[in-house]
């Protein structure tokens, strides 16, 4: 079992930045892969970037590459998501999760789910 806290949401107007963490309990987390998913209301929820679990590979989504960064740090059992030049379209829930076997950038491969943290960015 594994849970999983995401923190660090909130408003930002367009353009502004805002780092997303997620902290771990449960189960050895260096062990897997991270990532980060939203949803915005009325649409699926989306890749959005992972880590494998040393942090050494990364994978962003095309709509938020050169804005996004994630990175982990396995002794604070916590994965973050750096996000800069925020634009109205990244407003959505953002949930972190854990990877199991599969595609990384399918939200099937993932496990377990954090709760989510809302984010809003105003035009």
């Known amino acids: 079992q594994v849970q999983l806290v995401e923190s660090g949401g909130g408003l930002v107007q367009a353009g502004g930045s805002l780092r997303l963490s997620c902290a771990a309990s449960g189960r050895t987390f260096s062990n897997y892969a991270m990532g980060w998913f939203r949803q915005a209301p009325g649409k699926e929820r989306e890749f959005v970037a992972a880590i494998t679990s040393s942090g050494g590979v990364t994978y962003y989504a095309s709509s938020v590459k050169g804005r996004f960064t994630i990175s982990r740090d396995n002794a604070k059992k916590t994965v973050y998501l750096q996000m800069s030049s925020l634009k109205f379209e990244d407003t959505a829930v953002y949930y972190c999760?854990?990877?199991?076997?599969?595609?990384?950038?399918?939200?099937?491969?993932?496990?377990?789910w954090g709760q989510g943290t809302q984010v809003t960015v105003s035009s």
């Open positions: 999760a854990v990877a199991g076997s599969g595609a990384i950038t399918q939200a099937t491969t993932y496990a377990y």
